[in-house]
């Protein structure tokens, strides 16, 4: 932690974990000697709205599953995460329902045979919706970081969207990049 914000690495939430473990939030959270927790507010399919259906190759409209989470940092709201699955890989599966998955959902796709191995993220900032500033416990003059994630697996076919929005004011993101 760094002057009161969030430090976060997107690393831990790219690779699946051991089904013992706790979820990469959590973790990370602990890391930091922070508590890290969420609320599923919803999961199912829904039509892909057309920035997700771009990422995903797919026609506007086409059903996706999404999981809809609030990501909660020390009892607070602290990011707000849709994560997207083409339905052809998630329908029938753990990621259409509310319910946590043993060792998080990257786990599961590895174990259905959709293993992520390129990671494209584009970081925006922007003003929240009413809704967004609501859930988040901010104002709406108060900006948002926005990330957007898509991952593909080894044949760059995109097997998951993520869309997290954060308060900007509370947030520091991390990369690390090896070269070669």
């Given at each position: 932690?760094?002057?009161?914000?969030?430090?976060?690495?997107?690393?831990?939430?790219?690779?699946?974990?051991?089904?013992?473990?706790?979820?990469?939030?959590?973790?990370?959270?602990?890391?930091?000697?922070?508590?890290?927790?969420?609320?599923?507010?919803?999961?199912?399919?829904?039509?892909?709205?057309?920035?997700?259906?771009?990422?995903?190759?797919?026609?506007?409209?086409?059903?996706?599953?999404?999981?809809?989470?609030?990501?909660?940092?020390?009892?607070?709201?602290?990011?707000?995460?849709?994560?997207?699955?083409?339905?052809?890989?998630?329908?029938?599966?753990?990621?259409?329902?509310?319910?946590?998955?043993?060792?998080?959902?990257?786990?599961?796709?590895?174990?259905?045979?959709?293993?992520?191995?390129?990671?494209?993220?584009?970081?925006?900032?922007?003003?929240?919706?009413?809704?967004?500033?609501?859930?988040?416990?901010?104002t709406p003059d108060e900006p948002v970081l926005q990330l957007t994630r898509v991952t593909l697996d080894g044949r760059e076919r995109p097997i998951q969207v993520d869309v997290m929005t954060m308060p900007a004011h509370r947030q520091r993101l991390h990369y690390e990049i090896r070269i070669g």
């Amino acid at each position: 932690m760094s002057n009161g914000q969030w430090v976060s690495s997107s690393m831990p939430y790219l690779t699946p974990h051991p089904t013992g473990r706790p979820d990469a939030w959590s973790a990370e959270a602990a890391a930091q000697g922070r508590r890290g927790s969420q609320r599923i507010v919803h999961a199912g399919e829904v039509p892909a709205p057309p920035v997700v259906a771009g990422l995903l190759e797919l026609p506007a409209g086409e059903p996706v599953v999404v999981r809809r989470r609030i990501m909660f940092l020390d009892g607070q709201p602290n990011e707000l995460t849709d994560t997207y699955y083409p339905a052809g890989i998630a329908r029938g599966t753990r990621l259409a329902g509310t319910a946590k998955i043993p060792g998080g959902a990257v786990t599961l796709l590895a174990g259905l045979g959709h293993v992520g191995a390129v990671v494209r993220e584009d970081v925006t900032a922007r003003m929240p919706t009413r809704e967004e500033a609501e859930a988040l416990h901010t104002t709406p003059d108060e900006p948002v970081l926005q990330l957007t994630r898509v991952t593909l697996d080894g044949r760059e076919r995109p097997i998951q969207v993520d869309v997290m929005t954060m308060p900007a004011h509370r947030q520091r993101l991390h990369y690390e990049i090896r070269i070669g």
